[in-house]
């Protein structure tokens, strides 16, 4: 049996947490035959960690075989101290009466404390997700409060967007999901991210000539993949949590396990490639082995899809500047 890794996850008391931790613990994110300690941070309220008690007493009750220890805290020092894995999932979330940029405010104090926590007591391989929303500049905030660990890992969750554009297309083509290869969404997490199928193939057939449509990619598909978080809220009367959970668990797998060469999608610093400014948390296409992940390089980028890049990434700036004073 392989040594047990550290799996940090914040917000583990709520929705998302509920759904994500106890697919952790049985293996589904690691591997089958890696034993993992979850340390698990939750605000400072009773409220908040008797509800983070419950959850891990249900832990125990699992009896999962691969769960070698837990951790349970409100201090982020204690909850990061070693972690090989960071899902930072804990968020403010939009209250009443509350601006965008009171919320982007909140959460870069929350992602600015726990980026120097990381820094401070982390492994220095960590391997670091922002669920959070907003969870791109919420993982810029926790990386540029993080200067001594690499840059590259720190990560965004834009795989929840690249799911369901996936699900969108199979459903259009009437093709099987996993038989879609190479597809990718750009930029922000929020409805203004561009999906983009124009290199998406299905058994080697371009699924761009399979549609043929490109009016239902402008007006059906990117509204759809764009506002699918509204359409659950208002569905379920609370916002996606088992399908966040699940995205999670797909990045976090494919980050550290390999994709055999498939392209997913995750928000990462940028290199300055497709015109995108060098440190912005935008999410691209990559491919990874080895623990680590490699940016798609070469793709053409027609004039329709630079301007629906830079429309999202001018709202990534927007966000940057926002928060720039705390980061000085
Ligand atoms: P929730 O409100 O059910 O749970 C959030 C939990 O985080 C709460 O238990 C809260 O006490 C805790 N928390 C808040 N601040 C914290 C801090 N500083 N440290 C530790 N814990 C903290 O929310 P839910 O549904 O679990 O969603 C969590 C976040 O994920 C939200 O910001 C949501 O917008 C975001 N999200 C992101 C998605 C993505 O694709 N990137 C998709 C879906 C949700």
Excluded at 160 to 165: F, G, Q, S
Excluded at 188 to 207: E, K, L
Excluded at 264 to 279: A, L
Excluded at 296 to 321: Q, Y
Aim: glycine letters at 10%; proline letters at 5%.
């Amino acid at each position: 049996m392989k040594q047990p890794v550290r799996v940090a996850v914040t917000g583990a008391a709520g929705q998302i947490g509920y759904s994500l931790l106890f697919r952790i613990a049985s293996g589904e994110m690691l591997g089958k035959d890696q034993p993992v300690i979850l340390q698990m941070l939750e605000v400072p309220f009773e409220k908040a960690q008797a509800a983070l008690k419950g959850v891990m007493m249900e832990l125990d009750d699992c009896a999962f075989p691969l769960l070698a220890g837990m951790v349970g805290s409100d201090d982020p020092n204690v909850a990061f101290k070693d972690a090989d894995y960071a899902l930072l999932v804990g968020a403010r979330p939009r209250g009443p009466g509350m601006e965008r940029s009171d919320l982007l405010q909140e959460n870069a104090k929350i992602f600015t404390v726990q980026g120097k926590a990381l820094n401070d007591v982390a492994s220095r391989n960590v391997k670091v997700l922002v669920v959070g929303n907003p969870a791109n500049t919420n993982a810029y905030i926790a990386m540029k409060s993080a200067p001594d660990l690499p840059a590259k890992n720190f990560t965004a969750m834009l795989r929840l967007d690249h799911n369901r554009a996936l699900s969108q297309l199979a459903s259009k083509t009437g093709k099987d999901v996993a038989a879609i290869e190479t597809m990718t969404v750009w930029g922000n997490h929020s409805p203004t991210m561009y999906a983009d199928y124009r290199f998406a193939t299905i058994a080697g057939a371009s699924v761009k000539d399979m549609i043929n449509d490109e009016d239902w990619n402008r007006n059906v598909f990117l509204p759809t993949v764009g506002k699918r978080g509204g359409a659950i809220i208002e569905a379920r009367g609370l916002s996606s949590a088992a399908s966040a959970a699940n995205a999670a668990i797909d990045h976090m797998h494919d980050w550290a396990l390999g994709t055999n060469g498939k392209w997913v999608t995750m928000g990462i610093p940028s290199d300055g490639s497709y015109g995108i400014p060098e440190g912005v948390m935008y999410g691209v296409p990559v491919t990874c082995a080895n623990g680590e992940y490699t940016r798609v390089e070469g793709l053409e980028i027609d004039a329709f899809s630079r301007e629906r890049m830079d429309f999202t990434l001018n709202e990534l700036l927007e966000e940057r500047d926002g928060v720039a004073h705390l980061l000085s």
